[in-house]
């Protein structure tokens, strides 16, 4: 096994770029991780990475050798899932993501119950706006809100999340409500918006008229942390735009009110994406529909029954 983590710790570094963040992931010291990489160049007789004080870059045999680890491991991760699926005792570990209002309110809770159950498979759970690369972070799964640009993954659609406008009662009284949504591209209204790296303009789809309209919008405010826009919400420094499900309990205690309802958001996609392999490995089928059934008891109201 030994010549096996060395591989697996040679991908996670691949992946991350770093070593000592692979080592946090792999929950081993950086100074085993660095060994592994020093035993996998000694057995192959070749340098894998240049490193430097600040930068570890992958050499041209570290490429090579990269391709090759990711076709080992995913040829073992299947071989796994055979036996699994016959012994029907699914394990090992499961690095899944999911968006921060989702993953705070409903997968990270669900978690222990799931591992109660399969006390086999350990769950890494990472949780970001931002959005991620399956393939390149080495995830096995990942919820996701709204409409995946990679093709080469696989969607399981859940739902359709109705989203709101909406504001808090001080903003209100000092702005005023919007007249109309033309009013949200002036400077009349401040917009809260959800920026991450490599985002597009913002643009908010709204229904009107039975038609889809893109509103350009723009406001002082924006993060990368969804719940850092509610929390400006509240605190009444402009409208946001939010699922249903992250903010009911404010709209229904008042602390924030719905704006512009005769144009309402064009609901969000919630789906679960994962890898394509030729076998589903039964650990990440077995958490997929075990969170689904969890999103089904918590969100009842926005699931087909």
């Keep these: 096994m030994a010549y096996l983590d060395n591989i697996l710790t040679f991908v996670r570094v691949y992946e991350l770029g770093n070593m000592s ?3 946090r992931d ?3 010291s950086a ?3 660095s060994s592994r990489i020093s035993q996998l160049e000694e057995h192959l007789n070749a340098r894998l990475f240049q490193r430097t004080t600040r930068q570890l870059n992958p050499t041209e045999q570290g490429n090579l050798f990269y391709r090759g680890a990711v076709t080992i491991l995913e040829a073992i991760t299947e071989a796994e899932a055979e036996v699994s699926s016959v012994t029907q005792s699914p394990r090992g570990t499961l690095y899944v993501a999911a968006p921060l209002g989702l993953g705070q309110r409903i997968i990270a809770p669900a978690v222990p119950e799931f591992c109660d159950a399969y006390p086999l498979i350990n769950v890494r759970v990472r949780l970001s706006d931002r959005k991620l690369d399956l393939a390149a972070e080495g995830l096995d799964a990942g919820f996701f809100l709204g409409v995946p640009e990679d093709s080469n993954l696989k ?3 859940i739902t359709d999340c109705p989203r709101v406008l909406c504001a808090s009662p001080d903003y209100i009284a000092r702005r005023g409500l919007p007249a109309g949504s033309d009013e949200l591209r002036t400077d009349k209204h401040d917009c809260l918006n959800l920026r991450y790296p490599g985002a597009p303009e913002f643009q908010w789809p709204l229904q009107s008229g039975g038609t889809t309209k893109r509103v350009t ?3 002082p405010f924006e993060c990368d942390h969804g719940e850092v826009l509610t929390a400006w919400a509240l605190e009444g420094r402009g409208i ?3 699922p249903v499900f992250e903010i009911s309990e404010h709209l229904a205690s008042g602390r924030l009110v719905p704006v512009l309802e005769d144009e309402p958001p064009v609901p969000i996609q919630l ?3 994962y890898v394509h392999r030729r076998r589903q490995d039964p650990k ?3 958490f997929i529909d075990f969170m689904i059934d969890v999103i089904k008891r918590e969100m009842p109201d926005q699931l087909p029954r």
């Design 284 to 286: 990440a089928r077995l």
């Design 31 to 33: 100074a085993v991780a």
């Design 26 to 28: 792999l929950r081993i």
């Design 240 to 242: 946001v735009l939010k």
């Design 217 to 219: 919008v723009s406001g």
């Design 155 to 157: 969607i399981r659609k």
């Design 21 to 23: 963040a692979a080592a």
């Design 271 to 273: 789906a679960c994406l």
